[in-house]
């Protein structure tokens, strides 16, 4: 079972990977749009990506006014 | 014309399988210029087809295989007429729409829509009128038009309706949520996913294989599967039509058409 500690990691280096920037630049309070300059298209990648890693349904609605990565580990989190 | 190259797409035959390939910025929004060139395709296909057993459309913008129809031009365009002509429009648009994709729907060729990323509206309507779909695991399949107080408006729900179980139409359409390529196939709507970017090698592979067998069989073997549901499609546009004088669909479109996101597929 994951922790939301865990999850967020797991969603900040998802990020990372995906965006193609370091790790270590991303933090759970971050704006993702503003951080990694992403449009909403782009939002629906990492959505992609998050399911795929979680193997979990998470529908975009649920992702309304989120814009930070640790509200969206949040998400994850009551899915798994 | 085994050649061709519009100004929103392209095609080509090659080894009996017909390409017809999307690229239009930002993601292939149907609109009036990419209505015309599909109009185009359905004209030649009459003699495309008699060299061709298979055809694989695919799009070339890394956004994804289509967006759906072009919003913004739809509302530019309907805006500043009267009441009377921008339903006549709208008519003339949603009839020409639905003749290309009934044309596809009951071709006597097997198609395969060859898929990647976003794959919505009338671009999902668009695969949903082929045989086979093939996506890229990052496709995602989205109805979204109920967040603009609109209903699928290129054949989808009848579409779907035929190939999908009633609750899943509800929940795509109702919910208007994107679902994975995962998801999608594990509802029966797609027929193979690939790894990322493979989606167009894995149609084409599965277009040769189709080589192998009688064309005549082939050809039944479609008619006999696929119903094309004609009287829902025609039900489709009158309903469409009847929800987009609404004033709610006005400011819907007013507000996507004025986001200043460049790609606000998301409200």
């Given amino acids: 079972m994951n922790t939301i500690d865990k999850t967020t990691d797991e969603v900040l280096r998802l990020a990372a990977e995906h965006f193609k920037v370091q790790r270590d630049q991303l933090s759970p309070d971050d704006d993702f749009f503003k951080k990694l300059g992403i449009n909403s298209l782009q939002a629906l990648d990492l959505l992609t990506r998050i399911e795929q890693h979680f193997q979990i349904e998470l529908p975009d609605y649920e992702l309304q006014g989120v814009s930070d990565f640790r509200t969206l580990a949040q998400r994850i989190q009551s899915r798994l | 014309m ?20 999307l690229d239009r910025a930002p993601c292939n929004e149907i609109g009036r210029a990419t209505l015309i060139d599909l109009e185009k395709f359905i004209a030649a296909l009459p003699a495309l087809q008699r060299e061709a057993h298979a055809l694989i459309i695919n799009s070339t913008r890394k956004e994804g295989f289509c967006a759906g129809a072009d919003l913004r031009e739809t509302y530019r365009v309907a805006q500043p007429l009267p009441k009377d002509e921008r339903l006549a429009g709208l008519r003339d648009f949603l009839e020409r729409i639905h003749h290309v994709m009934n044309t596809l729907d009951e071709a006597p060729l097997t198609t395969i829509a060859a898929v990647h990323g976003v794959t919505f509206g009338g671009g999902f309507e668009l695969a ?19 967040r603009l107080g609109l209903i699928p408006g290129f054949g989808g729900i009848p ?16 919910t208007g949520r994107s679902i994975n390529a995962t998801k999608a196939q594990s509802v029966g709507l797609v027929s193979q996913v690939t790894a990322e970017g493979d989606a167009l090698r894995v149609a084409r592979s599965t277009a040769a294989q189709l080589k192998k067998f ?51 597929y998301l409200p």
């Fill in chain 2, 2 to 21: 085994n050649i061709f190259q519009g100004e929103t797409l392209s095609w080509h035959v090659l080894d009996g399988t017909i390409e017809l390939t």
């Fill in chain 2, 128 to 146: 949903l009128a082929c045989d086979l779909i093939v996506a890229d695991k990052m496709t995602r399949f989205c109805f979204p038009e109920l």
């Fill in chain 2, 159 to 174: 579409r779907l309706k035929r190939d999908l179980g009633n609750a899943v139409v509800r929940d795509l359409v109702l």
């Fill in chain 2, 214 to 264: 009688d064309r005549g069989t082939a050809i039944a073997a479609k008619k006999f599967i696929k119903p094309i549901p004609y009287d829902e499609l025609r039900r489709e546009i009158e309903l469409f039509c009847d929800l987009f004088m609404r004033p709610a669909v006005d400011a819907g479109l007013r507000k996507f058409a004025e986001s200043t996101d460049a790609l606000p």
